[in-house]
């Protein structure tokens, strides 16, 4: 399975969590705060971090953002309260998703599975259901490489984080078509709570930073006000 670096400080919590993926065959390192998690990134190398967001030191906000600076390897928020403004916060810091404390186990194995799968170069179908050619698309300043999972922009690679990835790839397979956030989340995220729609627009926001002279007047991810989001027209 997958090697995970699970950053929680109640220690009922990191026991329980801890105990639910092992059982499902995952390698658990667990650590009781962001500075202890940060020190065995490097020993450890975890595909995925389960992060809490209310952390003793430095909050997880923090080190959601320490991580980003040099890592982009999956993040998925751990948090005790639904409380929106710190899951806004918290996606906006890097996370790729998160789930409300307590969660079942099966809950922490679907969203680990999803995130994971953003990861995965992708195949012959791609995420919109179409066949993608193995060369490196162009549009405008960026450069596309699907199968290899890489973003250049003036031919530089962008860092872009599972979630963004999958978003880019997914908008770009269909120039001028306008998807609406529950789409996106279902395809993207492979959730159907629309509650999440917050996902969509957080995640946006991050790539538009990075893909986009202006994102105040995106000219490659686009919003059509009521309706959703499109890739282009270029």
């Known amino acids: 399975m997958s090697r995970v670096l699970l950053i929680e400080d109640d220690p009922a919590v990191r026991h329980g969590v801890s105990l639910a993926l092992r059982r499902r065959g995952h390698e658990v390192e667990?650590?009781?705060?962001?500075?202890?998690?940060?020190?065995?990134?490097?020993?450890?190398?975890?595909?995925?971090?389960?992060?809490?967001?209310?952390?003793?030191?430095?909050?997880?906000?923090?080190?959601?953002?320490?991580?980003?600076?040099?890592?982009?390897?999956?993040?998925?928020?751990?948090?005790?309260?639904?409380?929106?403004?710190?899951?806004?916060?918290?996606?906006?810091?890097?996370?790729?998703?998160?789930?409300v404390k307590p969660a079942r186990g099966e809950v922490l194995e679907a969203r680990i599975r999803a995130v994971l799968r953003r990861t995965a170069p992708a195949e012959a179908g791609d995420?919109?259901?179409?066949?993608?050619?193995?060369?490196?698309?162009?549009?405008?300043?960026?450069?596309?490489?699907?199968?290899?999972?890489?973003?250049a922009k003036n031919g530089q690679d962008l860092a872009l984080p599972?979630?963004?990835?999958?978003?880019?790839?997914?908008?770009?397979?269909?120039?001028?078509?306008?998807?609406?956030r529950q789409q996106l989340l279902e395809r993207v995220w492979e959730h159907s709570y629309h509650g999440d729609s917050r996902l969509v627009d957080a995640c946006v926001m991050r790539l538009r930073a990075k893909v986009e002279d202006n994102p105040r007047a995106p000219k490659y991810v686009q919003t059509l006000r009521g309706f959703g989001y499109r890739f282009g027209p270029l």
Do not use: H, N, W
């Open 30 to 99: 667990a650590a009781a705060t962001g500075e202890d998690g940060l020190k065995v990134l490097d020993t450890f190398r975890p595909e995925l971090v389960l992060l809490d967001l209310m952390l003793p030191g430095a909050s997880g906000f923090e080190i959601c953002r320490r991580i980003r600076d040099t890592r982009q390897l999956p993040i998925i928020m751990l948090t005790a309260r639904g409380d929106d403004i710190d899951i806004v916060l918290g996606l906006e810091a890097g996370a790729d998703d998160y789930i």
């Open 127 to 151: 995420a919109a259901g179409v066949l993608t050619p193995s060369t490196v698309e162009t549009y405008g300043e960026l450069a596309i490489d699907r199968a290899g999972l890489i973003v």
């Open 162 to 180: 599972p979630s963004e990835m999958k978003l880019l790839l997914y908008l770009s397979a269909s120039p001028g078509q306008v998807f609406s």
